[in-house]
């Protein structure tokens, strides 16, 4: 589990690295009819890691509209210089994590609340 909380980029050289290719990554969205949007694998990597590292401090879930703020605090300031606008790629990669089964919704809770799916924890 180790080994996938530290995907993101700890190291400065690494990003630096990272954010001079173009490759993109697809990202879904589980509402049916939308398109898929297209974003920069780096930040795609970067905001999946933090959030799998945020979510696996929390036994109850976290509140999706606080999520933006916990990942902006853990960015460093040439990454939330380069990443853009924090919340938006925030709901572009929940959203995709959430159609590949690596976080799901709490059920019934008010506001949005999210939690890793079991079945991501038992293949950790």
């Given at each position: 589990?180790?080994?996938?909380?530290?995907?993101y980029?700890?190291?400065?050289?690494?990003?630096?690295?990272?954010?001079?290719?173009?490759?993109?990554?697809?990202?879904?969205?589980?509402?049916?009819?939308?398109k898929?949007?297209?974003?920069?694998?780096?930040?795609y990597?970067?905001?999946?890691?933090?959030?799998?590292?945020?979510?696996?401090?929390?036994?109850?879930?976290v509140?999706?509209?606080?999520?933006?703020?916990?990942?902006?605090?853990?960015?460093?300031?040439?990454?939330?210089?380069?990443?853009?606008?924090?919340?938006?790629?925030?709901?572009?990669v929940?959203?995709?994590?959430?159609?590949?089964?690596?976080?799901?919704?709490?059920?019934?809770?008010?506001?949005?609340?999210?939690?890793?799916?079991?079945?991501?924890?038992?293949?950790?």
């Open positions: 589990m180790v080994v996938i909380i530290l995907q980029c700890t190291s400065m050289s690494a990003m630096e690295d990272r954010m001079t290719t173009d490759e993109r990554i697809t990202c879904h969205t589980p509402t049916p009819g939308k898929p949007t297209r974003i920069h694998k780096w930040k990597d970067l905001l999946r890691g933090i959030i799998l590292d945020i979510l696996i401090g929390s036994s109850d879930g509140e999706f509209r606080s999520l933006p703020g916990l990942i902006d605090a853990r960015l460093s300031p040439e990454q939330r210089s380069n990443l853009g606008t924090v919340s938006w790629y925030t709901t572009t929940k959203l995709d994590m959430e159609v590949k089964g690596d976080i799901v919704r709490v059920p019934s809770a008010k506001p949005q609340r999210l939690r890793l799916a079991s079945d991501y924890m038992s293949s950790a």
